[in-house]
């Protein structure tokens, strides 16, 4: 039965419905439980009263006492006493309890959740916990798997608050933990089973304790926080599937053998400091598929074994030194080449989402729970990669990121000329090479990416007119060659003129549309050929014998001008003619006494 955003006001007219195993009463305007109702629901299995108006008293009368209720959800409602939901105790078949957004404060007594030995999924993210009351270890049953508490205000100050066993998945984002939650006697030690661990988004310090987790996780995500020191050489984990790290303050290299990791999908280094070499030694049946190492400190060459990785679909070595050519492997990897073969497992399992899916459905005649429904199971979470193509981040997951395939080295030091057989990379759909020190030209083969939404060649060395099959790449949103040394006609055609001037500038010999530049004006000269040359050569030996006349008759003319003007200057009857006579007379004399003394001694 489904009751969504209908603005009712109260639930009376469906006392006679006993036979009801979902109930589904969410975004509507209840203030009050006027049941009598919800207790006779002897079959309901699933109750929904999410966003909705009902209150601590209200909720204390009914008891929720419904024998085989499986999920209760309650969230987003004006709670604030979660003391007064004293009926939760006699749920014991209770697999569900959401109470996200509430008003609840101050200490989170946990005595209502000591009976309920079925729960799977506690969810109390959105509140106001500050404290959790003693022993909370011991009241959390052991069955629990998901437990989310994310943006409360909770702290530790008791060791034993959080010895939690057997938890899968364990989301504490935002809530601030310090470092003390790694001893010994804390929640994240000695958990044999967990598979699941997040911890994003604290403020979370120092090093992490990577080999005292369980060897079965298979995601862990530490991400957005001031973790430091290294990731450990010897470290293990057979099962792992993701791991981010990204966000960190991490250092040191990364261990090799975590690119052996058996079911290693997904790698996130991003925003940290790690250097040395990579990929030292890789299985060639790795299973990696997304590996970003974006703004590290990482100054070395590609190594040639990266191409070993042959299902990766999203590679990000931007930002970092990375130095030499780029390896011309790269056609050796997938990027989408065997996005058919159904091995790909970074989408979630069945996403049972009942509760919300039901939200949507106004009218329904029928409803058919199996197994896999009345039991409360709890899906996997999504795999969300966020990944920097058309100049922006974009978050990509399910079936989106089964599709998503780019290649990003910009940022680095890298030389040479583009390889041609990035061509094979058929099915890639965002190619970011700026701000290198690439040169040649731009191979033709590039205009085989038929799939190419992002194209990015700015800031580099490149030299030689633009391919004009680019006009045919039809699914280019973004491109990109600015700054670089391109010249000639731009082959304003096809799918080239959805772009402005601004994809060209810094190319001062490029012209055309949509520059406004006349290519007549701006064409640059071919090189002359070798006739041309030795005529040239010819010509500029005669033209130095020419120099070298007219130097020589210039320097006589002015020395005859000179002699000229002197001597005219003297012939004038002037204080000045008589003063240089006077100056010659008295110089003469002085040499003609100098000489008879030097003929008498």
């Known amino acids: ?21 979902v109930l589904n009463l969410g975004d509507n305007s209840f203030s009050f439980l006027s049941v009598q109702g919800l207790t006779d629901f002897r079959e309901l299995e699933i109750l929904d009263l999410s ?31 979660i003391s007064l939901l004293k009926g939760l105790e006699s749920l014991r078949e209770l697999v569900v309890l959401k109470l996200r957004g509430n008003k609840f404060n101050h200490t989170l007594f946990t005595h209502v ?34 437990l989310d508490f994310k943006r409360n ?19 504490t984002q935002g809530t601030g933990f310090e470092q003390q939650c790694f001893n010994k006697s804390t929640f994240l030690f000695g958990m044999s089973w967990l598979s699941y661990l997040y911890m994003s988004g604290n403020q979370l310090k120092g090093p992490f304790p990577f080999q005292q987790q369980s060897p079965w996780v298979e995601v862990m995500d530490i991400s957005h926080n001031s973790f430091s020191g290294s990731i450990p050489r010897n470290v293990n984990f ?38 040395g070499k990579i990929l030292n030694t890789i299985d060639q049946t790795s299973k990696l598929r997304i590996l970003l190492l974006r703004n590290n400190s990482f100054r070395t060459y590609i190594p040639g074994k990266i191409c070993q990785l042959s299902e990766v679909g999203l590679l990000d070595l931007s930002h970092n030194q990375f130095r030499g050519p780029i390896p011309s492997c790269f056609s050796k990897m997938s990027f989408g080449a065997e996005q058919n073969n159904g091995t790909m497992s970074l989408v979630a399992d069945f996403d049972f989402a009942y509760i919300t899916f039901l939200r949507h459905c106004h009218y329904a005649s029928h409803l058919n729970l199996d197994d896999g429904v009345s039991n409360g199971y709890q ?10 193509t058309k100049s922006r981040y974009e978050a990509y997951q399910g079936d989106i990121l089964r599709y998503m395939h780019g290649l990003d080295l910009s940022s680095n030091e890298l030389s040479g000329e583009i390889p041609i057989e990035i061509g094979d990379l058929q099915n890639i759909r965002s190619l970011d090479l700026s701000s290198n020190r690439l040169t040649g030209s731009i191979p033709d083969s590039i205009q085989k990416l038929k799939g190419l939404e992002s194209l990015d060649l700015s800031n580099n060395k490149l030299y ?36 402005d001037e601004r994809s060209y500038i810094g190319n001062a010999h490029l012209c055309g549309l949509p520059t406004n530049k006349n290519c007549i004006s701006q064409r640059v000269p071919e090189p002359p050929s070798v006739s041309t040359q030795a005529k040239g050569e010819d010509n500029e030996e005669e033209g130095d014998v020419i120099d070298m006349v007219w130097f020589y008759w210039t320097c006589a003319a002015v020395y005859i001008s000179t002699s000229l003007a002197l001597f005219a200057f003297l012939c004038i009857d002037s204080r000045w003619s008589r003063e240089w006579f006077y100056r010659v007379d008295l110089c003469v004399h002085h040499l003609l006494r100098f000489k008879r003394s030097s003929i008498c001694n």
């Open 51 to 81: 966003f909705n108006g009902v209150n601590d008293s209200e909720a204390s009368s009914n008891r929720f006492s419904t024998a085989k209720l499986k999920t209760l959800d309650l969230s987003f409602n004006p709670f604030s006493d």
């Open 113 to 146: 959740l000591k009976d309920l030995k079925k729960l799977q999924e506690l969810d109390l993210s959105d509140n106001g916990f500050t404290n959790l009351d003693h022993g909370l270890g011991l009241v959390i049953p052991t069955s629990l798997q998901v």
């Open 464 to 499: 030689g007119s633009i391919p004009p099959m680019l006009a045919d790449l039809n699914s280019l949103g973004y491109f990109n060659i600015s700054y670089n040394n391109l010249s000639g006609e731009i082959p304003f055609k096809g799918h080239l003129v959805t772009f």
């Open 238 to 275: 057979p099962s792992l599937r993701e791991l981010r790290l990204q966000n960190n303050e991490f250092m040191g290299s990364v261990p090799g053998n975590l690119f052996n990791a058996a079911e290693l999908e997904v790698l996130d280094l991003r925003n940290n400091n790690f250097s």
């Open 379 to 388: 899906p996997k979470p999504a795999t969300v990669v966020d990944f920097l």
């Open 153 to 171: 205000q909770l702290s530790l100050t008791h060791e034993g608050e959080m010895l939690y066993r057997d938890l899968q998945t364990n989301e």
């Open 1 to 21: 039965m489904i009751l969504t955003a209908s603005s009712c006001s109260g639930v009376a007219e469906l006392a006679n419905m006993t036979n009801l195993r």
